[in-house]
């Protein structure tokens, strides 16, 4: 329903209207204060690149960060990562990511982008908490947020939206009524923009998440996900359907897809009863990270990379590596 509701094919997001106006009204005076200097920003020692959304989820931002982070090592810059941990509850913050750390505590996300890239991640809803945290622990040289474009409280580099390149903006209205944080006007002030899918208009960098293949929970077996024989699928990211359909994009034709909440916690009875006997049950990264403790032998995700037009992603690779020369 919410999704019909903000690409406009519902009237109901009419109805929301007046709470988007006040919406936008108090995310434009708490911007503004930012601006005018009423409040001020902390400035990290090192440079901070922040890669957001303009709407509520589901975009391919994570990816993005992923891509971000290999870029920049592969060039010799150390880079951490810090993030608000959407998901996850620690005993206290800012809290500094191990081995040991698990989504319930630092959220999904981060977890996974800290086994992708071997990164330093440090979490706390205060992301300048996390900014220090990080600098304490680690020699970094650059950091990327993940999120945290409307957190104005710490000063940022360099800004980087991801858009989901067929959604768009839906209606074009700031949340409830519509899935904007901020308005698309937005994208004037920023330093790039990625769309993800889609058509890349003018000015953006054109992305395509590119499957590898899948792997085992279990075991880390890899195969090409069409071979996994009688697949169910399960998505808990903000858009799921974007996942479903990569998979038929692979030739995989799932006998029954699950859509679950974003950032939902999981537990084996939740994830079980999705799969009859007989049958593989193939899902995404994020799921993975939280059921890699209670898998069983069937059950298997298919990993996602970020690719970006080549010329376009290089000429904003070398405007970071600026930032730490």
Known sequence: MISRIWSGE???????????????????????SWRLGLRKSWRAPVPVVVVGNLTAGGNG??????????????????VGV?????????????????????PAEAGDEPVLI?????????????RVDAVKALLAHEPVDLVVTDDGLQHYHLFRDKEIV?????????????????PMRE???????????????????????????????????????????????HPVAMAGIGHPPRFFATLAQCGVVAENTF??????????????????????LIMTEKDAVKCRGFAEENWWYLPVEAHLSEIQAEKLLQELLILVR
């Open 10 to 32: 519902s009237p109901l997001w009419l109805l929301l209207l007046p709470l988007s106006w006040l919406y936008g009204l108090v995310s434009g005076i708490i911007r503004l």
């Open 61 to 78: 931002k994570t990816p993005v960060v992923v891509w971000l982070v290999e870029q920049l090592q592969q060039r010799g810059v150390r």
């Open 82 to 102: 810090v993030s608000r941990g959407y998901g996850g509850k620690a005993a206290q913050y800012p809290l500094l990511l191990t081995p040991e750390s698990t």
């Open 114 to 126: 800290y086994q992708r890239t071997g990164a330093p991640v440090a979490v706390s809803p205060a």
């Open 162 to 178: 991801v858009i989901d390149g067929v959604r768009r903006f839906g209606n074009g209205w700031w949340l409830p009524a519509g």
């Open 183 to 229: 308005r698309a006007s937005r994208l004037k002030t920023v330093d790039a923009a990625i769309t993800n899918g889609g058509v890349a208009f003018p000015n953006e960098i054109a992305m395509q998440l590119q499957p590898g293949k899948a792997v085992n929970l279990r075991t880390g077996e890899r195969c090409d996900v069409r071979e996994l024989r």
């Open 259 to 280: 859509a679950l909440a974003d950032h939902q916690a999981l537990t084996h009875a939740d994830v079980g009863r999705l799969v009859k006997a007989g049958q593989t």
